[in-house]
Each structure stands twice: as structure tokens, then as C-alpha cells.
Nanobody, 121 residues
Framework: QVQLAESGGGLVQAGGSLRLSCAAS????????MGWFRQAPGKEREFVAG????????YYADSVKGRFTISRDNAKNTVYLQMNSLKPEDTAVYYC??????????????WGQGTQVTVSS
């Protein structure tokens, strides 16, 4: 069992930055691929970024490529999402998840409760 808790969301002006964190419980964190998804009001949940268990592989949605960076610290059981050059369309609830491999992130084995990110224009 893995429990995930996101933090770091908030209100920021367009062009600003935020760093989201996702702390995981359990000793098997380092064996899971991790991902970030988001859901805006009235829209379906969408993939934002993913990272392999080792951190060697990272993957991004086209809409955030070059602006967002996913990373992980297995010693701290934490995955991060650094978000730069934020746009109003990035406004959403952001969720982290865990899966046995990157291909499984879309479904996800475990999900956090989400953290709100609001970008004002």
C-alpha cells in the first residue's frame, strides 16, 4: 500500500512559478513510476508528467514541455513538479499517482487527494 499526499499548490500570477511536492508513505516508493495529472473544472483529467522508478526516464504532455520539470528523491520518498512560466490554462487540481511502471500511470495504482493550482491573468 502506498499513500500519497500532495502539497505546494496555491494562487500565482501568470508567468510565475510553483513547485508541487508529493510525499509517499511505504518502503517501496522507489520501485514505482510516478506521475502528475491535472483536472480543470468541466474537463477530463489529463496527464501532465511522468517519471520512471529510477528517475532516468521523464515524460511530458506537449502543453507543459519546456515549462514543467518532474523529478524525484527516492531517499525522501518524494516526487516534485517544478512549474515555470505558468499560464491561466494551467489552472486545475493537480494529482500525483504511482504505478508499477510508466505505462500504468494512466490508470494508476495509487492516487493522492490533489492540490489546487490557480493561475491568474
Amino acid at each position: 500500500q502506498v499513500q500519497l499526499a500532495e502539497s505546494g499548490g496555491g494562487l500565482v500570477q501568470a508567468g510565475g512559478s510553483l513547485r508541487l511536492s508529493c510525499a509517499a508513505s511505504g518502503r517501496t516508493f522507489s520501485s514505482y513510476a510516478m506521475g502528475w495529472f491535472r483536472q480543470a473544472p468541466g474537463k477530463e483529467r489529463e496527464f501532465v508528467a511522468g517519471i520512471s522508478w529510477s528517475g532516468a526516464g521523464t515524460y511530458y504532455a506537449d502543453s507543459v514541455k519546456g515549462r514543467f520539470t518532474i523529478s524525484r528523491d527516492n531517499a525522501k520518498n518524494t516526487v516534485y513538479l517544478q512549474m515555470n512560466s505558468l499560464k491561466p490554462e494551467d489552472t486545475a487540481v493537480y494529482y500525483c499517482n504511482a504505478a508499477r511502471n510508466v505505462a500504468g500511470l494512466e490508470k494508476g495504482d495509487y492516487w493522492g487527494q490533489g492540490t489546487q493550482v490557480t493561475v491568474s491573468s
